[in-house]
């Protein structure tokens, strides 16, 4: 199985909420990360999180963890068009030799923004 | 049966050195990318190929060159390596390209020392 799952849809109403869910498997993972692509884009950090913290706020973003059942969300406060996007869940993992983590992905989900 | 697998996991290597990473889809996707990951995570795309064929070519040092043998296989060869080169890479596909989800490989830590 998926070692990261999120949902592959979601549709939010223009100002609207909108909360995108994930859950992962490695307990061991250092942070825990928010990717966004746009379209034709590559992918682009969007905001990451902490193992030891429970919330992190950044102006419209608020990136909840729930270390005890392995969820991570990411809520973004007034939804606008801009925000039409694919969001990517990633967890990451410890290469032995040190460096960069590793990084294992969801599968992205489709925010999709309705006017 | 991964969908996007890339190898080797770990290339640790000397200055100056040629070296490939490999990989392959078993998604039957058109496009597939490579991407380097750099100290901050940002993944920054350094090439994609749709059908065998290179669409973006971001700027990139002459010294890393894709070869496409097929639209299974995006191969990234690197030549006389540098210190600087030392960081992750992930593979990627897509079905199509455009606003198309990325499915990544786990990644290649390349060390250069």
């Known amino acids: 199985g998926e070692d990261v799952e999120q949902s592959l849809f979601l549709s939010v109403r223009e100002g609207d909420s909108s909360v995108i869910n994930c859950t992962y498997t490695?307990?061991?993972?250092?942070?825990l990360y928010w990717y966004k692509q746009e379209p034709g884009a590559g992918l682009q950090l969007l905001t990451y999180?902490?193992?030891?913290?429970d919330m992190k706020q950044d102006q419209r973003l608020t990136v909840l963890l729930n270390k005890k059942d392995k969820h991570l969300s990411l809520r973004i406060a007034d939804t606008q068009t801009g925000d039409s996007a694919i969001y990517f869940c990633?967890?990451?993992?410890?290469?032995?030799?040190?460096?960069?983590?590793?990084?294992?992905f969801g599968k992205g989900t489709h925010l999709i923004i309705q006017p | 049966d991964t969908a996007v697998s890339q190898t080797p996991k770990y290339l640790v290597t000397q200055m100056g050195n040629d070296k490939s990473i490999k990989c392959e889809q078993n998604?039957?996707?058109?496009?597939m990318y490579w991407y380097k990951q750099d100290s901050k995570k940002f993944l920054k795309i350094m090439f994609s190929?749709?059908?065998?064929?290179?669409?973006i070519n971001e700027t990139v040092p002459n010294r890393f060159s894709p070869k496409s043998p097929d639209k299974a296989h995006l191969n990234l060869h690197i030549n006389s390596l540098e210190l600087g080169d030392s960081a992750v890479y992930f593979c990627?596909?897509?079905?199509?390209?455009?606003?198309?989800?990325?499915?990544f490989g786990s990644g290649t830590q390349l060390s250069v020392l």
């Open positions: 998604l039957g996707h058109d496009t």
């Open positions: 999180i902490f193992s030891n913290m």
């Open positions: 190929y749709n059908n065998k064929e290179l669409i």
């Open positions: 990633a967890e990451s993992f410890a290469y032995s030799g040190g460096g960069a983590d590793g990084l294992t």
């Open positions: 490695d307990s061991s993972s250092t942070y």
């Open positions: 990627a596909s897509s079905l199509k390209t455009g606003n198309e989800k990325l499915f």
